[in-house]
């Protein structure tokens, strides 16, 4: 098998959460992110979801043991001002993000879940 044979593909991070309705408040309507399945194996065990935004796609796990609270994930967009007006227009109560340019050529939205874990979300800054 050379490595011509191998192609990595997409990664889907799975982030811990504690309440589902928290969680779907904050990615849902804040961050409007879909869901696009829900799964429990039965009525009263842990949800086990996926969500998505575009090409995003993220799980969220009330599961023990399938990931810690308190991960960083970077996710790539294009519109990262025009997504920064989108947040601070919906006067979410729990977070305000700024948008900051950082040192290593991008502009980056920094949001904290209900559950510890940080999303950053960023652009590269054109050289135009």
């Given at each position: 098998?050379?490595?011509?044979?191998?192609?990595?593909?997409?990664?889907?991070?799975?982030?811990?959460m504690f309440d589902t309705d928290k969680a779907k408040q904050f990615y849902m309507e804040?961050?409007?992110?879909?869901?696009?399945?829900?799964?429990?194996?039965?009525?009263?065990?842990?949800?086990?979801?996926?969500?998505?935004?575009?090409?995003?796609?993220?799980?969220?796990?009330?599961?023990?043991?399938?990931?810690?609270?308190?991960?960083?994930?970077?996710?790539?967009?294009?519109?990262?001002?025009?997504?920064?007006?989108?947040?601070?227009?919906?006067?979410?109560?729990?977070?305000?993000?700024?948008?900051?340019?950082?040192?290593?050529?991008?502009?980056?939205?920094?949001?904290?879940?209900?559950?510890?874990?940080r999303l950053s979300f960023y652009e590269a800054i054109s050289s135009e």
């Amino acid at each position: 098998m050379g490595s011509s044979d191998v192609r990595i593909k997409a990664t889907t991070p799975i982030l811990r959460m504690f309440d589902t309705d928290k969680a779907k408040q904050f990615y849902m309507e804040f961050l409007e992110f879909q869901l696009d399945w829900e799964h429990r194996f039965e009525a009263e065990l842990p949800l086990y979801m996926q969500i998505s935004n575009g090409e995003c796609i993220l799980h969220l796990s009330e599961h023990h043991g399938d990931c810690s609270p308190g991960a960083a994930i970077r996710i790539e967009v294009k519109g990262i001002e025009a997504l920064h007006a989108k947040l601070l227009a919906k006067a979410y109560k729990y977070a305000r993000p700024g948008l900051e340019q950082m040192p290593w050529g991008t502009k980056e939205i920094s949001v904290t879940d209900p559950f510890g874990n940080r999303l950053s979300f960023y652009e590269a800054i054109s050289s135009e």
